[in-house]
């Protein structure tokens, strides 16, 4: 019996409550409210139908003009909505990468080294102990590395970085002929 007592004054409270009366602001009073903010900016009001109409192409691009003010152009802007990385990605994969550009710098060792020539030449190898013949402006590394001097037991190259911000940086690496008793291996 107190269950449905309970259940009663709870049903009761809430048809009390989801009564008809309206909250807030109605539709007409936001129309009229901007018919005021246009009137007072110089711009010509735009009608506002209660009933809803089918709108035509045309109808909606003179509508949006009107209303908006503005109209966006993409001509020329990138798509705000595509990855900004998956485009340098893409990029990347187009790019033909060479042999050495395959990977880091630190995984090359510098075998020997030309370097009292008007040529001067160096010979690095992969991880895999496979040589290859470089020279100055050759690309090396992952990181877009490039030899800039090849001298005595050594090798300069010179990467180019994006950082998070987005700007690029360079930084000088050292490859230095390694040095051991290994003799001649290659």
Same mark, same amino acid.
């Given at each position: 019996m107190k269950w449905g007592v309970a259940l009663l004054l709870v049903t009761g409270l809430t048809l009390v409550g989801c009564g008809n009366e309206k909250s807030g602001v109605s539709t007409a009073d936001y129309a009229a409210a901007r018919e005021k903010v246009k009137a007072a900016s110089g711009?010509?009001?735009?009608?506002?139908? !209660?009933?809803?109409?089918v709108a035509q192409p045309e109808d909606l691009d003179q509508q949006a003009t009107v209303t908006a003010g503005y109209m966006y152009d993409p001509t020329e802007k990138r798509d705000p909505f595509r990855s900004f990385i998956l485009d340098q990605a893409k990029e990347a994969a187009e790019k033909e990468v060479g042999p050495l550009e395959q990977f880091d710098i630190s995984q090359l060792a510098v075998v020997a080294v030309v370097w009292d020539t008007g040529m001067p030449l160096a010979l690095l190898a992969d991880p895999s102990g496979r040589p290859y013949v470089v020279e %100055?402006?050759?690309?090396?590394? +992952?990181?877009d590395g490039r030899v800039t001097k090849i001298d005595d037991g050594v090798v300069l190259v010179k990467e180019t970085y994006v950082d998070? #911000?987005?700007? +690029? !940086? !360079?930084?000088?690496? %050292?490859?230095? #002929?390694a040095s051991g008793d290994k003799g001649g291996d290659l």
């Open positions: 711009q010509a009001p735009v009608r506002m139908e !209660t009933q809803q109409a %100055e402006g050759t690309a090396v590394g +992952k990181n998070w #911000l987005g700007e +690029k !940086t !360079t930084k000088d690496i %050292e490859m230095r #002929l």
